[in-house]
Structures are given as structure tokens and as C-alpha cells.
């Protein structure tokens, strides 16, 4: 019994040691769709930068707690556990004979190298020997693809309003091609900057960097954080990929300075005379509105004229005008008296008002109505009664009757004597005609 004890001891700590395989198999494993073969049967080709779904069917044999299956990519060397090419269905349970399909999803990162991996399969519980399958891959770089690796600017995160901003972008071609002509293109939307450069050429796995691109920063740019972004495109414009990074400006003092240096000057309106003479009945006269406008932009005017009793007014050539930056225009508010206007003195209002209903100028002046009929120095007629009308017609009408018969008797007036002066030529032509022997 003695003999048979550390023989019974050793047996017991040999099954103790003894670690049982997971109760289960893996069947099948598909990515995106195409069926994976144990071993280095075949070999499926990924594309650098792209994601794929894993999908894996797994089988127990008998009753499993806390299975779980991981799949993971093998010598990559990344610096950054985000690049690390592997993912986990997390724990689950089976019973005996079932079966469970789990999808997992990695992503090549776009550093990856060309080349020939092993894509691991592992599928196993808490406590049992994990069953472990391999299947080969190959990496391969996409045709044509252009990353932008880094966007430096200077100064770096924040700038002051007022100042100057310099940026360059780093790219490299992770694709097969030689690729020219990239064009790109850094952008502040919400400022209104932009700026381009071209680089000539990247050649297959070599990186290249812009040119500084130079913005200026508006002195009175609202402090806060913007948007920048950042733009390539090659392949003749087919291809484009994109990245943003933030600035942060900050409010300048410069900034009040310039406002009180830049404030534009107001529009300046003269109007003239101060008081003009109109007959009754007879004529007219005229004030002139001189407008200038000393912006930098175009500005809208609109006259106006009140208290005008029985007078008649109009605005040549309108009374909504458009006056560019830095012109001048004139503007004629035409002033008549009609036979039922009272004579004596009138104040009228002229106004002037921006596109806003803002006045611009308001000024009165005065129109003296008087009766007669000679008209003032400067004045017009431009008001005909209906008697003036008919008299200027009978005496059109007489004139073309006059101008008709004129032309008849030009016409059909005198007749040319063809018949005596054929008569006193043939006698000539035949004394002319006869031959002397």
C-alpha cells in the first residue's frame, strides 16, 4: 500500500495538470462573403485602409460557458493600439450541438506593408485549451490612393486676429502608382480664405509636402474656434481625400482702430435752389438734387415731396436711384402749376432715404405760383391745355396739305418739248446723212 501511495499521487497531479481542449470546432470562416480554407490553400488579397467583416461559424460538442472567439493579424508593427489589426465576438454560451455564427470587424490600417500575413482564428472558453486555425492573407496597396499624413500650421493651434497663418500639408502615396499633379487646397470657410498649391510627384510608399500656403487673418475677426480644412485631389481632379483641423483666433486690439480708420463717410446730398417761380398755368420749374455717394459699396436712394398743394411733380430720371461707390448723380424734381394751383407761396419738403428708410437728407424749399403769362427765368412749359393741343394740329394738317401740293406740282408741273426738238433734229441728222461725189 505504502508503494502504491506516490504512484496514486503522481497520477493525480498528472490529471490535475492535464488541461482539456475547448469541446468545440470551427467550421468555416468567410470575409466579406468569401469562404476562408484552412492552411495555405489559397490566399485572399485585402487592400490596404480597408474594413472587413469576419464572419465565423463555430460548433460545440458539448455544453460551453463563456466561449468567445477572437481573430487577429499577426506582425504588424503598430505604434498605435487603434492600429492594431484584431477584434473579439465577446463571451458567450453553447450547448452541446449547436452551432453559433459570429461577425467580427477589422480594419488594415493604411501603414500596413505589402506583404503576406497570417490571420488567426481562436476559439476558446475560460478554462480550456483554445483551438487556434491560421489562414493566409496578402496586403496588397490599392492602385492609385493618396493619404494625407499631416497638417502643420504656423503658428501651431492659435493665432491672434490681424496676424499671418502659414500651412503646409504632408502627404504619401500608399498606393502602386506614381501620382502627379496633387493639388491642394486649405480652406477657412467660415473667413472666407482659401489657397492652393500643386505637388508635382509622389512616387509608390514616399510621402511630399506643400508648399506654406499664406493667409492673413482678418484684424476683426470674431474670436472662437474655427475649421480648417484641408483638401487633395488627384488622379485629374477623380480622386480626393480630406482632413480638418481647428484654429483658435483671438480678438485683436488692433481691431477698434481699424473700425474708427475705415468708418465709411455718409452720403452727402445737396439740393438746389432753395425757392423757384412757376406761372400758372403756363410752365414749370425745377430743383436738382445732387447725391454722392462715399462708400465702397453701391447705395439705393429714394425722393420723395411732400406738401405740394395742387402742384404737379415728377423725379427724371426716377425717384429710386442706384449710385455706385465713389459717383455722383444728379436727380431733377420737376415742379408745374395747372390752372386750378392758388397763386402765392407753397413749402414743399424734399426728402431723401437710403435702402434702409433711413433719411438722408430732408430739406424745404419754397415754389411762388404767380399768374401770367410770360415765364420765369429758367422755366419750362411742359403743360398743354385742349385747346393748344387742337390749334398745333389744324396747323400741322395746313402744312403737309402744303407740302403735298408742292411736291405735285414738282412733279407733274412742266413737261419736256420731246416732240419739236425730234422734229428740228431729223432734219439735221438727214442733211448730215447725204453724200457728195
Request: glycine residues 6%; hydrophobic residues 40%; contains cysteine.
Amino acid at each position: 500500500m505504502n508503494k502504491l501511495l506516490p504512484l496514486m499521487i503522481g497520477l493525480l497531479l498528472l490529471s490535475i495538470a492535464v488541461v482539456h481542449a475547448v469541446p468545440g470546432t470551427i467550421d468555416q470562416v468567410k470575409v466579406d462573403g468569401d469562404t476562408l480554407f484552412f492552411g495555405d490553400i489559397n490566399k485572399v488579397s485585402l487592400q490596404r485602409g480597408d474594413s472587413f467583416d469576419l464572419k465565423v461559424r463555430v460548433t460545440a460538442d458539448a455544453p460551453m460557458a463563456n466561449a468567445e472567439i477572437v481573430a487577429f493579424i499577426t506582425g504588424f508593427d503598430f505604434s498605435r493600439e487603434e492600429d492594431r489589426i484584431s477584434d473579439s465576438s465577446g463571451v458567450f454560451d453553447m450547448s452541446a450541438n449547436n452551432t453559433v455564427i459570429k461577425t467580427l470587424h477589422l480594419k488594415i490600417p493604411d501603414r500596413a506593408d505589402k506583404d503576406d500575413y497570417q490571420l488567426r482564428v481562436v476559439f476558446s472558453d475560460r478554462n480550456g485549451e483554445a483551438l487556434i486555425q491560421d489562414y493566409r492573407i496578402r496586403i496588397m496597396p490599392p492602385r492609385h490612393s493618396v493619404t494625407i499624413r499631416d497638417v502643420i500650421m504656423n503658428p501651431e493651434g492659435s493665432i491672434e486676429a490681424g496676424h499671418s497663418l502659414l500651412v503646409s500639408t504632408r502627404l504619401k502615396n500608399l498606393g502602386d502608382k506614381t501620382e502627379d499633379d496633387i493639388k491642394v487646397t486649405v480652406s477657412i470657410p467660415d473667413l472666407g480664405l482659401s489657397a492652393s498649391d500643386f505637388v508635382n510627384e509622389i512616387k509608390p510608399d514616399e510621402s511630399a509636402t506643400s508648399q506654406e500656403l499664406f493667409f492673413r487673418i482678418p484684424v476683426c475677426a470674431k474670436a472662437g474656434t474655427y475649421p480648417v480644412n484641408i483638401e487633395t485631389e488627384y488622379q485629374d481632379g477623380f480622386k480626393t481625400v480630406s482632413a480638418e483641423k481647428t484654429l483658435v483666433i483671438t480678438t485683436s486690439s488692433s481691431c477698434a482702430l481699424q473700425t474708427q480708420q475705415e468708418a465709411p463717410a455718409a452720403p452727402q446730398v445737396v439740393i438746389s435752389p432753395d425757392s423757384i417761380e412757376v406761372m400758372k398755368g403756363q410752365g414749370g420749374s425745377y430743383f436738382t438734387a445732387t447725391l454722392s455717394n462715399m462708400q465702397t459699396t453701391s447705395k439705393s436712394f429714394y425722393l420723395s415731396i411732400e406738401g405740394a398743394n395742387g402742384l404737379q411733380a415728377r423725379f427724371s430720371p426716377s425717384n429710386a436711384v442706384i449710385i455706385q461707390a465713389g459717383d455722383t448723380q444728379n436727380v431733377f424734381a420737376y415742379i408745374a402749376a395747372d390752372k386750378t394751383t392758388p397763386i402765392g407761396s407753397q413749402v414743399l419738403t424734399i426728402s431723401v432715404k437710403d435702402a434702409t428708410g433711413k433719411v438722408v437728407k430732408s430739406q424745404a424749399v419754397r415754389v411762388d405760383v404767380k399768374e401770367g403769362t410770360a415765364s420765369s427765368s429758367g422755366a419750362f412749359n411742359f403743360n398743354f391745355d385742349g385747346g393748344a393741343i387742337q390749334m398745333l394740329s389744324i396747323g400741322l394738317l395746313i402744312l403737309l396739305v402744303i407740302l403735298f401740293m408742292l411736291g405735285v406740282y414738282m412733279v407733274f408741273g412742266k413737261q419736256p418739248p420731246q416732240k419739236e426738238e425730234e422734229m428740228q433734229q431729223k432734219p439735221q441728222q438727214t442733211r448730215l446723212n447725204k453724200t457728195y461725189y
